[in-house]
């Protein structure tokens, strides 16, 4: 770990506080008002010295600002009575006495806004602005002729600072502005990694992938400063389980240690303690996982730092954690066609771990088959390898039992039978009617229904069966009756023994006058007229009926004659 001494020389903004000298660029400044551009323009040359940031006004009658980023705001409660101290640049200053009389510093905090003018307005050369972080030395609540702020208001604005705006234009036409050298006197830094190394960013901290539930929760550069007494640090496991601790090797001189539950820490100043004795603690920190199968990702440990000022900090460790996985014991599964989606991570043998992918991918995106959509096969559960940290995969085999068939929907002939049979490999099975033959004759149109068992599932499939006329319908019209009421062909039809759907017959005597009709072959001629006897002698009949042949509707017609004798 280094020494606390070289801190400045390593990293020369821990000296000043929060700052930007823009000597490698705009270090995330914006721009707030009819500025051309959102982002503060980094420039290279020009600075007081080096780089600088600029902003070139867009002239549509506001006033823009350059906007601190976020390292100059939060709890900056120890600036009070210190200086926020810039070098500004105007590309031109005519006409700045039409522009006065607006803040050129803008503090938010707490609900409250600070203002401040200074005595005199930027040049063309670079000038340097020392402005007191103090209610008596000029600043005003909301506007330059608003009331002076108390120290409570303002000791709260730097305590929950929001944002910090300096003005960047200075007259009413077109304009360009400059800004250097920004330093708010906040004499407190925290960055669990202070190189950056580890690849996090904004104090935070972020592990190599561990292939073991251990870490470590800070770089051994980490830095802790502070110009304010520190009260304590909480560090705590977010969103932890049962089975996850924090533990710290040993307890620092000066440090108390409370634990009010596995998942925290805190260190607390047991009278005296420096910022240097909470930093001796930080690499004695370590986090456990003592689950039989961790699960493999991320851990976010998050310490939250207080002084007299209350919360001044928040930093996080991300620890990968990528232990041995445990994907189970191989397995295999019979389904049954039609049967309802199911977790194939249920079938899994010797307690899996959750978390992994399948392959093939499913229809249902996760570990849901459904044997409408998901083939049948072998499906890898895996946990990939995570850099040198090793996987694991167990295999399912999954065998989908097709149903039985029955043969397809037919159509016969009425004088012909259908012979239906079980098919093979089906046992136990029971027709529709109670039967349990191995073949049915069908003689009858109708639906015909097989339930049966096919090894370890129990399917049903069904036979429609239709039935049509496959010869023309021989009908039977005598040629001859004698209707005496003896009781021996009195009366007179024609016979149609088929399904039929209309039926128009009609007798005519030889003048061509209607004198008999029906519209069922059912119904017969008695052999009189309008209720009297028919003269005896030869008639003439007509027949239309409408029937079904090879099952399509057909119109019939025929005709002859028929003799009354009596």
């Not at 006197?185 to 251990?214: I, K, Q």
């Not at 016979?495 to 039926?503: K, M, R, S, V």
């Amino acid at each position: 770990m280094r020494s606390s001494i070289l801190l400045p020389l390593i990293f020369p903004w821990l000296a000043t506080g929060q700052s930007s000298t823009f000597d490698s660029g705009n270090e995330g400044w914006t721009t707030f008002g009819d500025a051309t551009s959102p982002n503060a323009t980094w420039v290279a040359n020009g600075g007081n010295p080096g780089g600088f940031i600029r902003a070139t006004d867009l002239s549509t009658g506001g006033t823009w600002h350059f906007v601190a980023p976020s390292r100059f705001t939060g709890n900056k409660c120890d600036a009070y009575g210190n200086y926020l101290r810039y070098d500004q640049i105007t590309s031109d200053t005519t006409n700045e006495d039409l522009y006065g009389d607006l803040p050129d510093v803008v503090l938010f905090g707490a609900g409250l806004v600070l203002v401040y003018e200074n005595d005199e307005n930027p040049n063309l050369t670079w000038t340097h602005y020392d402005v007191l972080l103090r209610e008596d030395a000029g600043w005003r609540l909301n506007s330059i002729t608003g009331a002076v702020p108390t120290e409570a208001q303002f000791r709260a604005v730097l305590a929950d600072l929001d944002g910090l705006r300096i003005r960047g234009e200075y007259r009413p036409f077109d304009d360009v502005g400059g800004l250097d050298n920004v330093v708010l006197e906040s004499s407190f830094g925290f960055d669990l990694d202070g190189d950056d190394s580890s690849g996090a960013s904004n104090g935070d901290f972020r592990s190599d992938t561990l292939c073991v539930p251990s870490g470590a929760v800070a770089d051994l550069d980490a830095v802790l400063f502070s110009e304010k007494p520190i009260d304590s640090i909480v560090i705590r496991i977010q969103n932890a389980t049962v089975e996850e601790y924090m533990e710290l090797d040993a307890i620092p001189a000066g440090l108390d240690v409370y634990a009010p539950d596995v998942h925290t820490i805190v260190l607390r100043n047991a009278g005296g303690a420096t910022a240097q004795d909470f930093l001796l603690a930080l690499p004695l920190l370590h986090y456990n996982d003592l689950s039989a199968f961790p699960a493999r990702g991320q851990r976010l440990i998050e310490f939250r730092v207080f002084t007299e000022c209350g919360e001044i900090a928040v930093r996080y460790a991300r620890l990968l954690l990528y232990p041995k996985p445990h994907a189970g014991g191989d397995a295999d599964t019979l389904v049954c066609a039609g049967s309802p989606p199911f977790d194939l991570f249920a079938l899994l043998k010797d307690s899996p771990q959750t978390g992994g992918m399948w392959y093939p991918q499913l229809s249902s995106g996760n570990g849901i088959f459904d044997a409408a959509k998901d083939p049948s096969g072998t499906y890898a559960y895996f946990f990939p390898n995570a850099g040198e940290c090793p996987g694991d995969t167990a295999f399912l085999t999954v065998r989908i039992e097709k149903p039985f068939q029955l043969r397809p929907d037919t159509t016969i002939c009425y004088e012909d039978t259908l012979i239906a049979s079980v098919p093979p490999g089906v046992t136990e099975w029971q027709w529709n009617d109670g039967s349990r033959s191995s073949e049915i004759s069908i003689a009858l149109p109708g639906t015909y229904i097989l339930k049966g068992e096919l090894n370890e599932c129990i399917f049903t499939d069904s036979l429609q069966v239709g039935f049509y006329t496959c010869e023309e319908c021989p009908y039977y019209a005598p040629n001859v009756f004698s209707p005496n009421d003896d009781g021996v062909n009195d009366i007179w039809q024609v016979y149609l023994p088929c399904n039929w759907i209309q039926f128009n017959l009609r007798v005519y005597d030889r003048w061509g006058g209607l004198v008999f009709s029906a519209d069922d072959p059912e119904n017969g001629w008695d052999g009189s007229i309008r209720g009297r006897e028919a003269v005896p002698g030869v008639y003439v009949w007509s027949l239309e009926w409408t029937g079904e042949l090879l099952g399509e509707r057909r119109v019939f017609r025929a005709e002859g004659d028929v003799s009354i004798v009596r």
